[in-house]
Nanobody
């Protein structure tokens, strides 16, 4: 069974940066896995979508709260998707999850998880003020 291996979380001060990585253990991003997304869940809150895209040329969805600060990218050779996070704020503190088989249109206008969404393990991001 394919696994999504997530890394890169940690603790940083406000204004700092982190890069999260999501590596697929077997299936290839874009060839086999057509959509990918990053979600997060803060303590006591519901899970929310952060950034999603269709990997064969779709626009990238970003939540309003992260626009201009976060960037989703893919390294084809490494079969890895990244979430570069800059200008981190305390309200970015959450467990972050990588997921495939997410619902995202070519326009990138929204992102949702689906019943068949596959989840990686979470990685904790803690931003202190």
């Amino acid at each position: 069974q394919n696994q999504l291996l997530v890394s890169g979380g940690g603790s940083v001060q406000a204004g700092g940066s982190l890069r999260l990585s999501c590596t697929s253990s077997g299936l290839r991003f874009a060839d086999d896995l057509l959509t990918v997304g990053w979600f997060r869940q803060a303590s006591g809150k519901e899970r929310e979508e952060v950034s999603c895209t269709r990997l064969n040329g779709g626009n990238v969805y970003y939540a309003d709260s992260v626009k201009g600060r976060f960037a989703l990218s893919r390294d084809k050779d490494e079969n890895t998707v990244y979430l570069q996070m800059t200008s981190l704020r305390p309200d970015d503190t959450a467990m972050y999850y990588c997921a495939t088989d997410v619902g995202v249109p070519w326009s990138g206008s929204y992102c949702i998880s689906r019943g068949d969404t596959q989840w990686g393990q979470g990685t904790q991001v803690t931003v202190s003020s």
